[in-house]
């Protein structure tokens, strides 16, 4: 079965990586702003805007590279159950959107809610539904 | 849609993995198949015909739902 656009296997575990490495990064850089004071300039291309632009790159980068990475055998069972997945990820972002979209106005935090849960529910749901087929296989 | 795949590898003493191998899918796709959790493609279903060497209506038949 040929899958179009995905990236090789490996990808999945780069991608991994790169989530795992920019957690510390942020957290870092969170206490030193607690240090400091958030007072940096507004703006664009300024250092806050150049270190959030990077941070969220490597996660979004790091989130896109695992969830659509090959997995060891391609057949057409794998692509029917990432497709299911696709489709519950964007059911469960719309609610998210729906309901934070209703009940807050912090528009930089929703935008950066849209970022993560399609993903992140997307790898969970996928993994979770091979995880449960790789454990029927041994019962 | 049911299928008498277990039964087959039973008569060609197969294992799901000999018939993963054969037509190049991953044994928990065969295991899937097998429990009626998913339904193969036709091309899928020709493959696994052909290894058991009998027509595809032989292995799979439809239920009273489809």
New interface residues.
Partial sequence: ?KSLFLFPYWGRYLGYFLVVVHIPIVLYKKQLMGMHGDSMADGIFNGRHLFFMSTTLLMAIGLFIAAFSK???E????V?LRLDSLQWSVYVNFLFLIVSLIFSTDTEHILFLNLLVPLVFFIIRFRWK?FQ??R??KE | MKNNIRVERAIKNIT?ADLAQAI??????I??IE?NR?V??TV?ALKIARVFGKPVEEIFTLDEED
Avoid at chain 1, 75 to 78: F, K, L, N, P, V
Avoid at chain 2, 24 to 29: E, I, L, W
Wanted: net charge neutral; charged share 20%; aromatic share 4%.
């Fill in positions: 079965m997995e060891k055998i057949d057409e069972q794998i029917r091979i087929n790789n029927l296989i | 799901q190049g899918v991953s044994r928990q796709t295991n899937t429990s998913y193969p493609s899928l």
